[in-house]
């Protein structure tokens, strides 16, 4: 009965600390749950989506790792405790991608999770521009994103465990 909501909207590192701290008083006011709204959200900035992601990890526990070919992994791990630590609640579809991707399949393996919604669009790779003569820009994937397991994530994303099928015009209201 005490479920609290959040959409991260952009994720900078001055959001996530005040994010923090409403978390940690959501804890303090027992809100047993939270629904975390990641639809619609995306991008390949896999250092922010690790510092959201541990607003839930455990300290000291792989998150995800990049893997880069010719080039060491680079594994992104809690350095804190916490901020919030009941149940939860996070809201998927085809239009979550790239690091948000990664972030819901690290915080779902936390067995305190459930995802709703539509399978997630994947994408969980990092990106090189190259410049082309012609003025464009060639954009090419150079890293993927691994789950906790060491599974890759790219390109069948998430899939939710509660599937939710909407019609297009009812999820442009949404």
Do not use: C
């Amino acid at each position: 009965k005490n479920v609290g909501d959040l959409r991260p909207g952009t994720r900078t590192s001055a959001k996530l600390q005040t994010r923090g701290r409403k978390l940690g008083e959501f804890w303090r006011k027992k809100v047993d749950g939270l629904s975390i709204d990641l639809r619609n959200s995306g991008g390949d900035d896999f250092a922010t989506a690790s510092d959201f992601a541990q607003l839930f990890w455990p300290k000291g526990k792989t998150l995800f790792t990049l893997r880069k070919a010719g080039k060491p992994d680079r594994a992104f791990v809690s350095n804190r405790d916490p901020a919030f630590q009941g149940l939860l609640l996070l809201l998927i579809d085809a239009d979550t991608a790239g690091g948000a991707v990664a972030m819901a399949s690290a915080v779902r393996s936390l067995n305190k999770a459930l995802t709703i919604g539509a399978p997630t669009a994947g994408g969980t790779v990092e990106y090189s521009d190259l410049p082309l003569p012609s003025s464009t820009v060639l954009r090419v994937a150079v890293a993927e994103a691994l789950s906790t397991e060491g599974h890759a994530l790219h390109p069948p994303g998430v899939k939710p465990e509660l599937p939710v099928e909407l019609r297009p015009s009812e999820e442009r209201q949404l």
